[in-house]
Nanobody, 121 residues
Framework: QVQVVESGGGLVQAGGSLKLSCAAS????????MAWFRQAPGQERQFVAG????????YYANSVKGRFTISRDNAKNTVYLQMNSLKLEDTAVYYC??????????????WGQGTQVTVSS
């Protein structure tokens, strides 16, 4: 079973940047697509960004395109989410997941506990 642990969340002003990390326990990390999802209070969890096993294919929600970048380091069993030009509406709990790498939440078997990102004005 893969365990994933997110880190890097926090409080940041609008327009600022934050980088999330997700460390996976599994030595076969490179065999999993990875993704970030987020859930704001009172809202359903939504896809943010995904990356396939090799890292050559990346997918983004329209709301974060051009501002967020997902990347992975298979040697470190880690996936990252660089978030720039943060907006108030980016405030949410961000979850890392291991599975397909696409936007379908049902295609992910392993989830982290989440890390809070709060963007202030």
């Amino acid at each position: 079973q893969v365990q994933v642990v997110e880190s890097g969340g926090g409080l940041v002003q609008a327009g600022g940047s934050l980088k999330l990390s997700c460390a996976a326990s599994e030595r076969t990390f490179s065999s999993y697509g990875m993704a970030w999802f987020r859930q704001a209070p009172g809202q359903e969890r939504q896809f943010v960004a995904g990356i396939i096993r090799s890292g050559s294919g990346r997918y983004y929600a329209n709301s974060v395109k051009g501002r967020f970048t997902i990347s992975r380091d298979n040697a470190k069993n880690t996936v990252y989410l660089q978030m720039n030009s943060l907006k108030l509406e980016d405030t949410a709990v961000y979850y890392c997941a291991a599975g397909s790498g696409n936007s379908d939440q049902t295609s992910y078997d392993y989830w982290g506990q989440g890390t809070q990102v709060t963007v202030s004005s």
